[in-house]
T-cell receptor
Framework: LAKTTQPISMDSYEGQEVNITCSHN???????ITWYQQFPSQGPRFIIQ???TKVTNEVASLFIPADRKSSTLSLPRVSLSDTAVYYC??????????????FGKGTHLIIQP | DTEVTQTPKHLVMGMTNKKSLKCEQH?????MYWYKQKAKKPPELMFV???????INESVPSRFSPECPNSSLLNLHLHALQPEDSALYLC???????????????FGNGTRLTVT
């Protein structure tokens, strides 16, 4: 089970690019990296998923170095509504256990005006 | 709005009550999950159903009893709960098998449970 480590909290300002890094030193060959966003009193929402290099969608980019021991979620031009907790999960879901289903402590991102 | 619907949104129950939480999805997902989330903590996995069969029970006390009547529905039956069981109970589903890979979790917005 790949354990993840993220900063507990981060602050930034509207219009800035925010990068949140997740460490997963014992990631396995078949593991994917998935990021979720959670607002208070709501369920987590899928943001982006990747295996290697770079993935981009309409809301974020995910950068994964060659050794895959870390990953960086990049949020371009954040707004106040991006204030939330961001979770990084690692796993492939095929092992029959809780691999990839375990949430770490997450990063509480606070965006200021 | 989410594609996973949980009812009720709020529930207050006494320690001797029996109640049920319900979860429904119509995305054709074959894996469904229950998570428990306490305030300012991450979601904790409770149960996983894969193809309507219980595949993971994360050592959850027997006062929580899951049920998956069909691939679209997931229930959590509650009996003799304790005040410390008060939390946000989240249901999720995924497209194939379980977990991630190419199958991200889709969450409902949860049931806020208060045990008095």
């Amino acid at each position: 089970l790949a354990k993840t480590t993220q900063p507990i909290s981060m602050d930034s300002y509207e219009g800035q690019e925010v990068n949140i890094t997740c460490s997963h030193n014992n990631i396995a060959t078949n593991d994917y990296i998935t990021w979720y966003q959670q607002f208070p009193s709501q369920g987590p929402r899928f943001i982006i998923q990747g295996y290697k290099t770079k993935v981009t969608n309409e809301v974020a980019s995910l950068f994964i170095p060659a050794d895959r021991k870390s990953s960086t979620l990049s949020l371009p031009r954040v707004s106040l509504s991006d204030t939330a907790v961001y979770y990084c999960l690692v796993g492939d879901g095929s092992g029959g256990g809780a691999d990839g289903l375990t949430f770490g402590k997450g990063t509480h991102l606070i965006i200021q005006p | 709005d989410t594609e996973v619907t949980q009812t009720p949104k709020h529930l207050v129950m006494g320690m001797t009550n029996k109640k049920s939480l319900k979860c429904e999805q119509h995305m054709g997902h074959r894996a469904m999950y229950w998570y428990k989330q306490k305030a300012k903590k991450p979601p904790e996995l409770m149960f996983v159903y894969s193809y309507e069969k219980l595949s993971i029970n994360e050592s959850v006390p027997s006062r929580f009893s899951p049920e998956c009547p069909n691939s679209s529905l997931l229930n959590l039956h509650l009996h003799a709960l304790q005040p410390e069981d008060s939390a946000l109970y989240l249901c999720a589903s995924s497209q194939v098998g379980q977990g991630i890979g190419n199958s991200p979790l889709h969450f409902g917005n949860g049931t806020r449970l208060t045990v008095t």
